[in-house]
């Protein structure tokens, strides 16, 4: 089971895309499916920010898995050290 909003909202998003995308939808119907798998009850307070940034960043780039770099990320914060980012300015 998914400790943090973060997780439980990519379980979600991802159950709910797979879905679709089993039917053939994508486009609007796409975004409905998504937007009707929410969670968390209430859509407000960190619970919705963050289940929002998951959905915006699953329908903009199409990822629809954590990637190894998430999940570094995501460790080093847990253990309270800090984020390595990827200098794109080179």
Do not use: H
Request: overall charge positive.
């Amino acid at each position: 089971m998914a400790d943090t909003w973060r997780e439980r909202a990519r379980e979600s998003l991802q159950a709910a895309y797979d879905a679709a995308r089993t039917l053939g939808l994508d486009g609007k119907a796409l975004e409905q499916a998504l937007f009707d798998s929410y969670p968390f009850g209430q859509r407000k307070y960190t619970p919705y920010k963050v289940w929002c940034e998951e959905r915006r960043k699953l329908l903009a780039t199409g990822q629809t898995r954590a990637d190894a770099s998430d999940r570094a990320k995501l460790a080093a914060w847990n253990a309270g050290e800090a984020i390595k980012v990827k200098d794109i300015s080179k």
